[in-house]
């Protein structure tokens, strides 16, 4: 199985701070990466697909970048709504997530 | 708007089979182009793929759980089951049913809103 290794596990930030969450994939998966947002008590919701496409919906804030082995998640600027933990996901073989990063309010 | 649904017993004993199965509604389970996963998570924990069937038919399942897990479809009543054998209280989990989007790199694009299901005696 490819694991996923994300990080932080956590950060602390303001609203209008601009976070970046890393994911490395323990062998190349391409573009093949996806990164969802969890709410506590809800459903994943997909904010990237294939690295870096936008999901219909999704603010601009969001952002995905990489390829190979190594992705961020970038959020511009932090807004109320985007507290959550943050999950990637490689798609290049049997699915299997990243651990998470939980943003939390600073 | 495709809608995912989950249903089945919340509460499983030890050693006996956990059943769950997801409607899905506007929209037909045959389209081409999608697969349908199940995807776990215990509580606090990250989320885990257990594995998906294709609309052809063919099923693919994470290998650690692949001894105790079938998934299945019902087209006639446009919805598939999961059923994991041999549970134990490390089968504890919120599960979900998703739709991978082949289109999107089987990203899962639309989710049902997860069933806890606890093993219990």
């Known amino acids: 199985d490819i694991q996923m290794t994300q990080s932080p596990s956590s950060v602390s930030a303001s609203v209008g701070d601009r976070v970046t969450i890393t994911c490395r994939a323990s062998?190349?998966?391409?573009?093949?990466l996806a990164w969802y947002q969890q709410k506590p008590g809800k459903a994943p919701k997909l904010l990237i697909y294939?690295?870096?496409s936008l999901q219909s919906g999704v603010p601009s804030r969001f952002s995905g970048s990489g390829s190979g082995t190594d992705f961020t998640l970038t959020i511009s600027s932090l807004q109320p709504e985007d507290f959550a933990t943050y999950y990637c996901?490689?798609?290049?073989?049997?699915?299997?997530f990243g651990g998470g990063t939980k943003v939390e309010i600073k | 708007q495709l809608q995912l649904q989950e249903s089945g017993s919340g509460l499983v004993k030890p050693s006996q089979t956990l059943s769950l199965t997801c409607a899905v509604s506007?929209?037909?389970?045959?389209?081409?182009?999608?697969?349908w996963s199940w995807i776990r998570q215990p509580p606090g924990k990250g989320l885990e793929w257990i594995g998906y069937?294709?609309?052809?038919?063919?099923?693919y399942y994470k290998s650690s759980l692949k001894s105790r897990v079938t998934i299945s479809v019902d087209r006639s009543k446009n919805q598939f089951s999961l059923k994991l054998s041999s549970v134990t209280a490390a089968d504890t989990a919120v599960y979900y049913c998703?739709?991978?989007?082949?289109?999107?790199?089987?990203?899962?694009?639309?989710w049902g809103q997860g069933t806890m299901v606890t093993v219990s005696s």
């Open positions: 998703a739709r991978g989007y082949g289109d999107y790199g089987d990203a899962f694009d639309i």
């Open positions: 506007g929209g037909s389970i045959s389209s081409g182009g999608y697969s």
């Open positions: 069937i294709y609309h052809s038919g063919s099923t």
């Open positions: 062998q190349g998966i391409s573009s093949w």
């Open positions: 294939a690295a870096s």
């Open positions: 996901q490689q798609a290049n073989s049997f699915p299997t």
